[in-house]
Nanobody, 123 residues
Framework: QVQLVESGGGLVQAGGSLRLSCAASGRILSMDAVGWFRQAPGKEREFVAVIDWSGTDYVDSVKGRFTISRDNAKNTVFLQMNSLKVEDTAVYYC??????????????????WGQGTQVTVSS
């Protein structure tokens, strides 16, 4: 059984930093493309970042501020978030891309989701 567990969320002031972790069991993440999505109150879940065998990609709003990486020895994917803004407030989820399902930017292209971790950025 595949399980993803996110951690590292919390309350931070604007301009601050957080590092989110996504630890997997039942699956070797180095074999997968792994994404981060987020969902703000009253909004749809949106793509944030993805890492695969060739590199990384980000939604425009976080480019230059967020960095996705992985530690294969720990079977964990990270999301380093710097220069946080109030509009980054959301529940953040990690997820595994379904091979052959196409776009990294669509929620439906992913399978296996964690429970999410809350990130709150205050002004």
């Amino acid at each position: 059984q595949v399980q993803l567990v996110e951690s590292g969320g919390g309350l931070v002031q604007a301009g601050g930093s957080l590092r989110l972790s996504c630890a997997a069991s039942g699956r070797i993440l180095s074999m997968d493309a792994v994404g981060w999505f987020r969902q703000a109150p009253g909004k749809e879940r949106e793509f944030v970042a993805v890492i695969d065998w060739s590199g990384t990609d980000y939604v425009d709003s976080v480019k230059g501020r967020f960095t996705i990486s992985r530690d294969n020895a720990k079977n964990t994917v990270f999301l380093q978030m710097n220069s946080l803004k109030v509009e980054d407030t959301a529940v953040y989820y990690c997820t595994i891309h379904k091979k052959g399902s196409g776009s990294y930017f669509r929620e439906k292209s992913y399978d296996y989701w964690g429970q999410g971790t809350q990130v709150t950025v205050s002004s």
